[in-house]
């Protein structure tokens, strides 16, 4: 059992920046693939960004490359995302979410379904 828990969000003004941090319990944190994701109002839950349990390999959604970078601290058992030039679109409940698939040090996973713990969510809000 992973439990996670977000912080970090606020409330910006559009080209601000904004760090969220995801700690995770439990001493297998190391070995989860670890992704972002965000759910505006009124719309479906959207993935972010995700990073293998090594770090070796990222990767991010169209909307956020180039703004967002996502990174981990095994020793802390942290996960982060780093959100740049935000945008009024960007506001959003943000979730981090654990996957415990045993794979290779470079495989992470995009579809929501494929992730085994959820945190409850941290409100980011970008002001125009």
């Known amino acids: 059992q992973v439990q996670l828990v977000e912080s970090g969000g606020g409330l910006v003004q559009a080209g601000g920046s904004l760090r969220l941090s995801c700690a995770a319990s439990g001493r297998t944190f190391s070995s989860y693939a670890m992704g972002w994701f965000r759910q505006a109002p009124g719309k479906e839950r959207e993935f972010v960004a995700a990073?293998?349990?090594?770090?070796?390999?990222?990767y991010y959604a169209d909307s956020v490359k180039g703004r967002f970078t996502i990174s981990r601290d095994n020793a802390k058992n942290t996960v982060y995302l780093q959100m740049n030039s935000l945008k009024p679109e960007d506001t959003a409940v943000y979730y981090c979410a654990a996957d415990h698939t045993p794979m290779g040090s470079y495989y992470y996973t995009v579809p929501a379904i494929e992730y085994d713990y959820w945190g409850q969510g941290t409100q980011v809000t970008v002001s125009s």
């Open positions: 990073i293998s349990w090594s770090g070796c390999s990222t």
